[in-house]
């Protein structure tokens, strides 16, 4: 096979960088794999090791530093007969350390080659999470307060099932490449290599001394037997194949005549309790019984189990693009937790905007039309308040029809649920 190297992008870097090797180095690799461009991706981040991607005449990504395993994850997934090449440096690393960890979680077969030169090399040697305490680089003293991370250690212990570390000088550098793309699974490589334009110029560090440090350490190289599975992609496609197809979604055909023709906005004020997604959904629902197309825009409140208090509808002859409200047609205004969330809101509203107010709610002043219901008078608990409201609508002839609000209940209920929400908003007095 011939170089995949790119001849109008040649790789330039500082004289007597690693990089330079590993570059040629892993064109060595995919030449003996018999690998032809269109069956690679090479996926890279920010700084040195993140021109990788310019490098070869394949398919290629460039993302946000420290993510590039995120992109990588997503490609193989989606085409996973493509051989996924990650090169990343040890500040992207320390960067997306989580990334790295879920990688070595899943087992998807990428193959990441980490090219460690102990600093951040392209934006001014500051220290990476690999650079030794004893070093001397571009911001003083803080690699003297933190322990320098061990890749290979934590890769191991998050689940990798293939390590190596390695000096980016070892002579079967291009065969241990090949061996880690050919495993299926997730392969770490953590490649040492001298950074001559920053971090050597106060560092002493040659390929012999990489050599000896390490010697000094627990040797790692290829398959982590305690981590050995099953590759993430075919397990889970194993997995789905044992599944039965999702049914297709319910068919809503369109058989009513809507009250009006245009975008019609409408905001659900209520609290915790009332159903107000519910009943969003319901009037969402009534809406395709007409065939307009519908959104639903809910405020989840931050605290748990208290429960939504707004709903924001959209039903539209047009297609939603922009599913924010300006100029809400309709304002149901149930309960005062929901109507202070929205309280700004008021000043700014027009006789365009009707307001279906709960009688005894204080509600903003403002120039738009108030309608009082008294629901409580009409012994309707205020669980059921968002839903008797929708009938409230239907019966004034405002958004949706009784028709169009009954098929939409015969959609979402069946047996005595749907007998009593018919009840409800049949029997429901107008105010």
């Not at 310019?54 to 051989?83: D, I, M, Q, S, V």
């Not at 490449?177 to 490589?189: D, H, N, P, S």
């Not at 969003?280 to 519908?294: K, M, P």
């Not at 304002?331 to 937790?337: G, P, S």
């Amino acid at each position: 096979m011939d170089s995949l190297l790119n001849d109008s992008r040649p790789p330039v870097f500082c004289p007597g960088c690693s990089h330079d090797r590993i570059t040629h180095t892993l064109d060595k690799a995919f030449q003996k794999m018999e690998l032809a461009g269109n069956q690679i991706v090479m996926v890279s981040d920010i700084g040195c090791s993140g021109l990788f991607d310019t490098f070869f005449n394949t398919h290629a990504l460039h993302g946000l530093h420290g993510r590039a395993l995120t992109y990588a994850a997503g490609l193989k997934l989606a085409r996973p007969e493509l051989n996924v090449v990650v090169t990343m440096g040890d500040g992207g690393q320390g960067i997306g350390g989580a990334h790295l960890l879920a990688a070595c979680r899943r087992n998807l077969d990428l193959t990441l080659l980490i090219l460690n030169n102990f600093n951040f090399g392209m934006t001014g040697g500051q220290y990476s999470a690999t650079t030794p305490p004893d070093a001397r680089v571009g911001s003083a003293f803080l690699n003297q307060l933190e322990r320098p991370l061990d890749i290979c250690q934590v890769a191991q212990s998050a689940g990798a099932a293939y390590v190596t570390r390695c000096s980016g000088y070892r002579r079967d550098l291009a065969a241990e490449i090949q061996r880690a793309i050919k495993f299926e699974g997730f392969a770490v490589l953590d490649i040492w290599g001298v950074c001559p334009g920053r971090y050597t110029k106060k560092n002493r560090l040659t390929p012999k001394a990489i050599d000896a440090a390490l010697a000094q350490l627990p040797a790692l190289e290829g398959i982590v037997a305690e981590n050995a599975r099953q590759e993430y992609g075919r397990h889970y496609r194993n997995l789905i194949g044992e599944l039965r197809p999702a049914a297709e979604p319910p068919r809503i055909d369109a058989g009513f005549q809507p009250p009006g023709s245009q975008r019609q906005e409408v905001i659900i004020l209520g609290s915790a309790g009332q159903r107000i997604i519910t009943a969003g959904e319901i009037l969402c629902l009534a809406g395709l019984t007409a065939g307009l197309n519908t959104t639903q825009k809910n405020e989840y409140n931050i605290t748990v189990l208290r429960g939504p208090s707004i709903s924001e509808l959209i039903l539209s002859p047009e297609e939603i693009d922009y599913t924010g409200i300006q100029s809400p047609g309709v304002i149901v205004a149930l309960d005062q937790e929901g109507v202070n969330r929205r309280r700004d809101m008021f000043a700014s509203l027009d006789s365009k905007t009707l307001v279906l107010q709960s009688t005894g709610l204080e509600v903003p002043a403002g120039n738009a039309r108030i309608h009082q219901i008294n629901l409580k008078s009409q012994k309707i608990k205020k669980i059921d308040w968002a839903l008797a409201s929708l009938g409230v609508l239907a019966q004034l002839g405002l958004i949706i029809n009784p028709e169009m609000l009954e098929a939409a209940l015969e959609i979402k209920f069946k047996g005595k649920i749907l007998e009593s929400s018919l009840e409800l908003v049949r029997k429901v007095e107008i105010g």
